[in-house]
Structures are given as structure tokens and as C-alpha cells.
């Protein structure tokens, strides 16, 4: 117990200190719920404890019947052939007005959030993340998307203030 009150009151002191040094965080004009939902393919993140050593990590959204989104990402651990690990959350829009801005919860109480940053218009391809800058998750529809899109969308969230010496590729099986 004692280990979960020290998480938490590092990651409140994280964000009050380090929330202020950044401009807000724009995100996409309008996402269509129902075009989002569908499976994604993870192509690069932020390395976070939950996904360390995964591989062929994919997000499974889908919206309920109350307007709030079932998520399921899947991955294996160390290999393509490595054991399947499942975690299923639940996110809510926080913005009605865009859609862009959700909150997720894998287990209660907490929630992160889940800023839709960039989505192409065809909903092929988005970056996700955190208004603090401390998550990130580049998703295509195919285990991996465009490379000069990538290499834009890079430029323009440093601009943003993320640091990207912390992003990885996810490795994707070409099975």
C-alpha cells in the first residue's frame, strides 16, 4: 500500500512542478468516434512499465452503448512467439466538443489521460498522448505507416515541447 501512496504522490508532484513549464497542448480539431474505433497497431511510444519488453502491441477500441469506449490492447511479451499479455480499460470523452480529449482506466481509481494529438483524415494513422508530455504512442491501422509521415509528426511534437529522445519503435511481426 505504502508503494501505490508514494506512486501517486510522486506523479501529483511530477505534474505540479513540471505542468508549468509547458504551453498547452493542442489537439485534432473533431474525431468521429465511430471511425476511430476499430484496431490499431502500436509503431512507436514512450517506454512505460506497463509495456516493457512488448512487442506486436495492438489497441482494440470500441464504443459502448453509454458513449464510453472499450479498450483492449494486446501484446507479446520479448518475442513474436512470447506469451500474450491483455489489458482491458475503459475510456470517457472529457471534451464533447472534439472527442479528442479522453480519459482511460485500466484499474480504478486511476485514469490517464488520452489527448488525441495528430490523426491523418482517413483515420490511417494518429499520435496519442499526455498533456504533460510523459506519454506518447504513435498507431497506424498496419503494423507500420508511412515513414515521411512519421518523420513529420516527429518534428512537429518536439516543437511541441516532447522530447523524443525517449521514443521507441515497436516491433511488429510481419506474420
Same mark, same amino acid.
Given at each position: 500500500?505504502?508503494?501505490?501512496?508514494?506512486?501517486?504522490? *510522486?506523479?501529483?508532484?511530477? *505534474?505540479?512542478? =513540471?505542468?508549468?513549464?509547458?504551453?498547452?497542448?493542442?489537439?485534432?480539431?473533431?474525431? !468521429?468516434?465511430?471511425?476511430? =474505433?476499430?484496431?490499431? $497497431?502500436?509503431?512507436?511510444?514512450? !517506454?512505460?512499465?506497463?509495456?516493457?519488453?512488448?512487442?506486436?502491441?495492438?489497441?482494440? $477500441?470500441? @464504443?459502448? /452503448?453509454?458513449? &464510453?469506449i472499450?479498450?483492449?490492447? #494486446?501484446?507479446?511479451?520479448?518475442?513474436?512467439?512470447?506469451?500474450?499479455?491483455?489489458? &482491458? %480499460?475503459?475510456?470517457?470523452?472529457?471534451?464533447?466538443?472534439?472527442? *479528442?480529449?479522453?480519459? @482511460?482506466?485500466?484499474?480504478?481509481?486511476?485514469? %490517464?489521460? $488520452? +489527448?488525441?494529438?495528430?490523426?491523418?483524415? !482517413?483515420?490511417?494513422? @494518429?499520435?496519442?498522448? #499526455?498533456?504533460?508530455?510523459?506519454t506518447?504512442?504513435?498507431?497506424?491501422?498496419?503494423? *507500420?505507416?508511412?515513414e515521411?509521415?512519421?518523420?513529420? +509528426?516527429?518534428?512537429?511534437?518536439?516543437a511541441?515541447?516532447?522530447?523524443? #529522445? &525517449?521514443?521507441?519503435r515497436?516491433?511488429?511481426? /510481419?506474420?
Amino acid at each position: 500500500m505504502r508503494v501505490i501512496w508514494f506512486c501517486v504522490l *510522486a506523479n501529483l508532484f511530477a *505534474a505540479i512542478f =513540471t505542468g508549468c513549464a509547458y504551453q498547452p497542448l493542442a489537439t485534432v480539431e473533431h474525431v !468521429d468516434l465511430d471511425r476511430y =474505433t476499430g484496431t490499431w $497497431y502500436e509503431v512507436a511510444r514512450f !517506454d512505460q512499465w506497463f509495456e516493457k519488453d512488448c512487442v506486436n502491441v495492438t489497441a482494440q $477500441y470500441t @464504443v459502448r /452503448s453509454d458513449g &464510453k469506449i472499450n479498450v483492449l490492447n #494486446s501484446a507479446h511479451l520479448g518475442t513474436d512467439d512470447g506469451p500474450v499479455k491483455q489489458a &482491458k %480499460g475503459v475510456a470517457r470523452v472529457v471534451d464533447s466538443q472534439t472527442n *479528442a480529449k479522453l480519459r @482511460v482506466w485500466f484499474f480504478w481509481p486511476f485514469e %490517464g489521460d $488520452y +489527448w488525441i494529438l495528430r490523426l491523418t483524415p !482517413d483515420y490511417s494513422a @494518429v499520435v496519442v498522448g #499526455s498533456p504533460d508530455r510523459r506519454t506518447l504512442w504513435f498507431l497506424s491501422r498496419k503494423p *507500420a505507416m508511412d515513414e515521411s509521415l512519421y518523420e513529420e +509528426w516527429r518534428r512537429s511534437l518536439a516543437a511541441d515541447g516532447f522530447d523524443l #529522445s &525517449k521514443l521507441i519503435r515497436t516491433a511488429q511481426s /510481419s506474420k
